[in-house]
């Protein structure tokens, strides 16, 4: 990896693990995880079953939370402060640039995805379960979910205001979980024209769904390995798009 | 034959250079440079002079890539400004800088050294080395959230000595500095041209321009007026002589020469030209007058400026400026009684 990306990826991390929010959100990830274990006393049923679902629902919704919050501001920020001069006056290219910002978030992520996983095992252990290679691999799905919510919201960054990046990102978010729907919706319309739009969309708009495991886990039944795999390259591939597009747009932006 | 041409390649040229901005409703066009034409020689500082507005960090920006002019040609010794080469030679300091407040002084100063790709034990040596020449020393750990803003223009000036630069480019660098961060910034500048760097800045601050410039550019509505040596403009400049004298009667006086005021007990006669300087004198002496002075009255900058300014002012802020060159206006005044 070049220095100057290198640079730019650690300044990024420090820039987002100084926020103050960030902190918060990695409490309040930790303290719902933690509470999953209530939750499973007032719970009828597999109490172990009950404390792995809150438990990984809450990582999982803190961790997305850091990921839009980051990701919608980070760029603009830089633009607004006027501190992307510094940077870009210097020989550093713009792609540098984008590259460098998404690998200090992806750092980020992982960082605040680590800290909770950990938490999450250590709790897991002490209320009597073992360690479960199928939850690292959920972490692990979930981290692919996150980088490519990190290159959705980075690229609305790079040309609009955080609201509205906020706005888009979440409408992607949402929509990206329910993108199966897309697809029975096709099988009831009639003009061929909106059967191909349906079909443009679902194939164009992230499918986030790909990346969520969490009834395999918990439920332990088995997995599709090369299922694990395509989703695996649909992230890789969903996310070098994205990061294509984001460059496209910033090389052309002007900075006045 | 190439050694010669490295010789004589300019620091910084820029050819022709035009830009249009476009408002983003009506998409209605606004040319804000319009063909700028200047060149900065190695070695020397110049001064980029103009109001708000004229264009000039437009054109700062279209040096250093942050805006894309529609047409012309900006060369960094020799090279296109966008190359990497060029930029490796250039060193930013942008108007009113806003650097990363969660770093301290030190951190700031590697990351910047980070985007150069310069080897760890120079970038150590260099910062310790920068932090003590621009005086921030002891200060080197702080947040710069608790920086002044002297102390930002500093650290800004340091991180653009970084990679030990060719030509440094600086956007209005005096602009809300206290006297003594003005009289330092000045020497800071004076030092770097000794040490054989290459200053081109903006500003609107004539004093400080005055005071260290080798050559100047004014800019005008988007294109240059006037470029020059300051020793050439200001010389070629002589506006009027000033004879200040005293011990003689106001009506003696008046009958030698009519143009004059009387301030403190002493006359100010002024003379458009130096040919009546020697009869004049004799006469005040033979009169029983006393010579205090005999003062050519150069043009300064600032008039230079103002002149050059003159026909493109809006008619409400003529006043104010005037105000501002109240004792140089007056001479010119008379010399024209």
Redesign the interface.
């Known amino acids: 990896m070049?220095?100057?990306m290198?640079?730019?990826a650690?300044?990024t991390f420090?820039?987002s693990a100084?926020?103050k929010m960030f902190y918060l959100l990695v409490f309040f990830g930790i303290l719902f995880a933690l509470s999953s274990k209530l939750i499973s006393f007032l719970t009828l049923g597999d109490a172990m079953k009950v404390l792995k679902d809150t438990g990984l629902a809450a990582v999982n919704f803190f961790c997305v939370l850091i990921a839009i919050f980051t990701g919608i501001n980070l760029v603009y920020k830089e633009i607004e402060?006027?501190?992307i001069?510094?940077?870009?006056?210097?020989?550093?290219s713009r792609d540098q640039f984008i590259i460098g910002k998404f690998l200090g978030l992806a750092l980020t992520m992982l960082t605040a995805l680590a800290a909770m996983a950990g938490i999450f095992f250590l709790f897991v252990w002490m209320s009597g379960g073992g360690f479960d290679l199928k939850i690292i691999l959920y972490f692990f799905m979930l981290f692919l979910e996150l980088l490519v919510i990190v290159a959705i919201s980075l690229l609305f960054s790079s040309f609009t205001t955080p609201i509205l990046s906020f706005i888009f990102t979440v409408s992607l978010y949402l929509i990206g979980h329910i993108m199966w729907t897309f697809n029975e919706f096709k099988t009831v319309l009639r003009v061929p024209f909106w059967k191909h739009f349906m079909q443009g969309l679902y194939y164009l708009l992230p499918n986030l769904d790909k990346f969520n495991i969490k009834n395999e886990v918990v439920l332990n039944t088995a997995f599709n390995p090369w299922t694990i795999l395509f989703s695996v390259l649909y992230a890789l591939a969903y996310i070098l798009a994205l990061l294509a597009v984001t460059i496209l747009i910033f090389r052309r932006r002007?900075?006045? | 034959m190439q050694e010669q041409s490295q010789q004589t390649m300019k620091a910084l040229e820029i050819k022709d250079l035009k830009k249009t901005f476009r408002s983003n409703f009506l998409f209605k066009k606004y040319r804000i440079l319009k063909g700028i034409q200047l060149s900065v020689e190695k070695g020397e500082i110049y001064g980029f002079l103009g109001p708000n507005g004229a264009g000039k960090t437009t054109t700062i920006k279209c040096i250093l890539g942050l805006l894309f002019p529609d047409q012309g040609e900006i060369l960094i010794d020799g090279q296109p400004a966008h190359s990497v080469t060029a930029r490796r030679r250039i060193g930013f300091l942008p108007e009113n800088p806003y650097f990363y407040d969660y770093l301290s002084a030190r951190e700031l100063l590697f990351f910047s050294a980070s985007l150069f790709n310069l080897p760890a034990a120079i970038v150590r040596d260099r910062v310790a080395a920068l932090i003590h020449q621009v005086g921030l020393s002891g200060y080197e750990d702080l947040k710069l959230r608790k920086f002044s803003k002297g102390m930002i223009q500093r650290l800004g000036l340091a991180q653009a000595l970084i990679h030990d630069p060719d030509l440094l480019i600086l956007d209005e660098p005096f602009s809300g500095l206290d006297p003594i961060g003005r009289k330092d910034l000045r020497t800071l500048i004076l030092s770097l041209r000794e040490q054989g760097k290459t200053i081109f800045f903006s500003s609107h601050i004539l004093q400080d321009v005055e005071m260290m410039v080798d050559r100047v550019g004014i800019i005008l509505n988007g294109a240059i007026r006037r470029e020059g040596k300051l020793s050439e403009l200001i010389s070629r400049s002589i506006q009027y002589y000033e004879i200040v004298c005293a011990n003689i009667a106001e009506k003696e006086l008046a009958k030698i020469q009519p143009n004059f005021v009387c301030r403190d007990d002493q006359f100010f006669i002024t003379l458009a030209s130096d040919a009546d300087i020697n009869l004049v004198v004799e006469s005040i002496i033979h009169n029983g007058g006393r010579i205090a002075a005999v003062n050519p009255v150069k043009m300064t900058l600032e008039d230079i400026f103002f002149n050059e300014m003159q026909p493109h002012r809006p008619a409400t802020t003529a006043g104010g400026a005037d105000g501002a060159r109240t004792s140089r206006s007056e001479g010119a005044g008379r010399d024209n009684q």
């Open positions: 070049k220095m100057s290198k640079g730019i650690i300044n420090k820039e100084r926020n402060k006027k501190t001069f510094n940077i870009l006056s210097k020989p550093v002007e900075f006045q």
